[in-house]
């Protein structure tokens, strides 16, 4: 069973930098799991910000960037703001038609 | 832009089946994958699987002995059955689609509170 590891939370301050991570129980992540990020506010569907690694969906601010950092997918959030505290999951397609997603980190802005 | 709807009961018995539909517009059915995920309460999410208009179906290897999803062209819908449900499968469900070539969920449902009790 594929295990794909958050940190369980982060806090940042306002205007500040946070990186987040997704990570594997056994292995690498790399661009052949093209690595996704979603935002979730309480009580909302989750909302996709970056697919196939580093590209941004529609709509998202260009403050959301994805990248792989050393053996990890990473989500980074450049001058953060209030209305970021939520949670993040990262999703990883491991092959075989089969997704798994990341354990999840809440982001607080103080 | 697709647009996805959840319907189907919100409470299911234990050891029944937990049947869901998802409703959708403002997009072809034939031209994007078609996934549920869940959250139970307090938890994180959780893919259950997917199919395409053509049939092809994949499922996560934890569920895949109790679930199966279906589609219905001619309706523009998709549906999941969930066989002999537990309290552990209370949750949120939500469809979702995946656009061909983005390998992402890019378009979700509001979600669908299902809990199961006696």
């Known amino acids: 069973q594929t295990v794909v590891t958050q940190e369980p939370s982060f806090s940042v301050s306002p205007g500040g930098t946070v990186t987040l991570t997704c990570g594997l129980s056994?292995?690498?992540?790399?661009?052949?799991?093209?690595p996704s990020w979603y935002q979730q506010t309480p009580g909302q569907a989750p909302r996709m910000l970056i697919y196939?690694?580093?590209i941004r969906s529609s709509g998202v601010p260009d403050r959301f960037s994805g990248s792989i950092l050393g053996n990890k997918a990473a989500l980074t959030i450049t001058g953060a703001q209030a209305d970021d505290e939520c949670d993040y999951y990262c999703?990883?397609?491991?092959?075989?038609?089969?997704?798994?997603f990341g354990t999840g980190t809440k982001v607080t802005v103080l | 832009q697709v647009q996805l709807q959840e319907s189907g009961p919100g409470l299911a018995k234990p050891s029944e089946t937990l049947s869901l539909t998802c409703t959708v517009s403002?997009?072809?059915?034939?031209?994007?994958?078609w996934n549920w995920i869940r959250q139970a309460p307090g938890k994180g999410l959780e893919w259950i699987g997917y199919?395409?208009?053509?049939?092809?179906?994949s499922y996560n290897p934890s569920l895949k002995s109790r679930a199966t999803i279906s589609i219905d062209t001619s309706k523009n819908q998709f549906s999941l059955n969930l066989r002999s449900v537990t309290s552990e499968d209370t949750a949120v469900y939500y469809c979702?689609?995946?656009?061909?070539?983005?390998?992402?969920?890019?378009?979700w449902g509001q979600g669908t509170m299902v809990t199961v009790s006696s």
């Open positions: 979702t689609a995946t656009t061909l070539g983005v390998d992402a969920f890019d378009f």
């Open positions: 403002g997009g072809s059915i034939r031209s994007y994958y």
């Open positions: 199919i395409y208009y053509s049939g092809t179906t």
């Open positions: 056994s292995g690498s992540v790399s661009t052949r799991y093209y």
């Open positions: 196939g690694t580093n």
């Open positions: 999703v990883l397609y491991v092959g075989g038609g089969i997704y798994v």
